[in-house]
């Protein structure tokens, strides 16, 4: 039954929530091989043996928000806080130019520090210097108008995680000043400005249950976005969610195999977190279907500060300075990194 209802996926058959659902709980270890041949074996026919790499630059840790898994949320009194000049995000630039990346991807917390503007100039000035890449930011919510002035300023993609398709488990998640219609009025700004947009979610998250995952998918499904990040939940000793247990690697890998069958072309990145609750997660995640990986070129002095949640990797083969032993390690799974901007084909 798994077998069939897999096939039906791979085929754009499968649409019933009730069998995405049936699926996620049943789902065995010879079934989980099987899912994640088909979709490793999809992406190996859209987009052969590559691996896009994109250079992240965590800007600024300080968040006017207070969601309750977060370990930058603003009430964390022990987070230590920086911000970075344009000067240090162009620095972070040159470097990551000259190691071959062609994507920079700038994400922060909702800072209000940095007004629409100043997010604009950055951009303009990056795609000023280096023509050929792709900026893509991840800041969070903001106005139609503000997303209006950094397209046109440059910004080729915008990041912006629903978190949940689930109204009410999203609200779980979230203090009542955020909003999910909003989170979805904002996704659906940013496909409208022609954006390149992705959305995604945690694996595990705290009261999610199989209903919900089923809706992110149908969700996903229905929204068509270029990009989907997803990855486990890991608590973070100083945020509310603290004592709950920490997401499955496996349910992860199961959900990108999934997402590939469903969204064939998307660009799935092996995340960081899939990288930390999991020593070989990186690989596991690219063997079940992802095909991008996001090292960090942010400044050495700040990495640690950026902890989203406990015991973040910012070190090794996570770093642009890493990229070469990364490339070995792909070697292994008989992928090669590629320089080139990774749009969606």
């Not at 058959?13 to 996620?24: P, R, T, V």
């Not at 700038?106 to 950055?122: P, R, V």
């Not at 064939?264 to 990986?293: E, F, M, Q």
Request: glycine letters at 6%; a neutral charge.
């Amino acid at each position: 039954m798994i077998r069939k209802l897999i096939d039906a996926l791979a085929d754009g058959e499968m649409q019933e929530k009730a069998d995405f659902i049936f699926l996620l709980e049943n789902i065995d270890e010879d079934e989980r091989s099987y899912l994640h041949e088909k979709a490793r074996r999809l992406t190996e026919k859209i987009y052969g043996k590559k691996i896009f790499i994109r250079g992240l630059i965590e800007f600024s840790n300080y968040c006017r928000n207070n969601c309750f898994y977060c370990g930058i949320r603003q009430a964390n009194k022990e987070a230590e806080r920086y911000r970075l000049s344009k000067e240090d995000i162009l620095s972070c630039c040159r470097q990551g130019f000259q190691l071959g990346f062609r994507t920079f991807v700038l994400q922060s917390g909702e800072d209000d520090y940095y007004s629409a503007k100043d997010i604009a100039d950055i951009v303009r000035t990056i795609k000023e210097e280096y023509p050929e890449v792709a900026v893509t930011l991840s800041i969070g919510e903001r106005s139609k108008e503000d997303y209006r002035l950094f397209r046109e300023a440059g910004t080729d993609r915008y990041l912006l995680r629903h978190e949940s398709a689930d109204k009410k488990h999203f609200e779980r998640l979230k203090p009542a000043s955020l909003s999910f219609d909003k989170r979805m009025s904002c996704l659906k700004n940013l496909k409208e400005l022609g954006y390149q947009t992705g959305c995604g979610f945690m694996v595990g998250s705290p009261y999610q249950t199989k209903e919900a995952l089923a809706q992110d998918l149908l969700f996903i499904k229905d929204f068509q976005p270029e990009m989907i990040g997803i990855g486990p939940f890991i608590p973070h000793h100083n945020t509310p969610f603290k004592d709950f247990p920490q997401g499955s690697t496996e349910e992860t890998l199961i959900l990108i195999s999934l997402l590939r069958l469903l969204q064939p072309h998307a660009l799935i990145p092996a995340t960081t977190a899939l990288g930390t609750a999991d020593p070989d997660g990186r690989k596991k995640g690219i063997l079940a279907g992802a095909n991008v990986i996001m090292p960090n070129l942010s400044p050495l002095s700040i990495r640690k500060q950026y902890q989203l949640y406990d015991n973040k990797i910012c070190s090794g083969n996570e770093t642009a300075e890493g990229l070469e032993s990364l490339r070995k390690e792909l070697r292994t799974i008989d992928r090669e990194i590629t320089i080139d901007r990774g749009d969606m084909k």
